[in-house]
Every structure is written in structure tokens, then in C-alpha cells.
């Protein structure tokens, strides 16, 4: 069974940093792409980050230069580092992995499996 359990969320001031970090089981997350995924209250889901199988990454505008991706394969783990987070960042934040695409040099995850998210909160 495959299971993808986020932590590391919580509430922050403005300019202040987290990690997020989400534990594979049931398969090993070196066969997958992966992603992290937000969803702000009333809004969209929207792809924040992805990493194909090789470690090449893609990142949205609205965090690039703020928000890193890395993986752990061998302890099955994903992280996301935030730094400089703003108001706008706070949402839910979900990780996912499934298959990716390249399309013009910018990696696109499609999940196949999602986690259940860890809530991010940044306050003035």
C-alpha cells in the first residue's frame, strides 16, 4: 500500500523559513517523480515544485529563488525548504508523486498518489 505522510508544517512570521518533508512507504520514491503541491483557502491547487527520477527540478514563479526541492531515496523522503516565505504562501501543502513529463526544459508532474498535506501559516 502505497502511503505518502507529510510533516514540518505550521505557523511562521513573514521572512522566516520551514521544511516540509513527506515519508514514501510502499514503494521506493526512487522510481517516481515527485512534487509538492499547495492549495490556498477558496483557490486552486497549484504545483509548487516537481522532481523527475534524475533530480532535475521545476519550480512555480511565485516561490522560485525561495522554495528548494530535495530527495533522500534512501530514506524514501521528500523535503521542501521555504525560506523568505510571505502571507501568500500560506496553504495546505501537499507532496505527490506519479510521472513526469518535460516539457520545454520544465519538469510536469502528473500524481498518482498524494499525501494528506500539513498546513502552512504565515502571519504579518
Known amino acids: 500500500q502505497v502511503q505518502l505522510v507529510e510533516s514540518g508544517g505550521g505557523s511562521v512570521q513573514a521572512g522566516g523559513s520551514l521544511r516540509l518533508s513527506c515519508v514514501l512507504s510502499g514503494q521506493p520514491l526512487s522510481s517516481f517523480c515527485a512534487g509538492w503541491i499547495r492549495q490556498k483557502s477558496g483557490k486552486d491547487r497549484e504545483g509548487v515544485a516537481s522532481m523527475d527520477v534524475d533530480g532535475d527540478t521545476s519550480f512555480s514563479d511565485s516561490v522560485k529563488g525561495r522554495f528548494t526541492m530535495s530527495r533522500d531515496n534512501s530514506k524514501n523522503t521528500l523535503y521542501l525548504q521555504m525560506h523568505n516565505l510571505i502571507l501568500e504562501d500560506t496553504a495546505m501543502y501537499t507532496c505527490?508523486?506519479?510521472?513526469?513529463?518535460?516539457?520545454?526544459?520544465?519538469?510536469?508532474?502528473?500524481?498518482?498518489?498524494w499525501g494528506q498535506g500539513t498546513q502552512v501559516t504565515v502571519s504579518a
Open positions: 505527490a508523486i506519479g510521472d513526469c513529463s518535460d516539457v520545454s526544459g520544465v519538469v510536469h508532474l502528473t500524481p498518482a498518489y
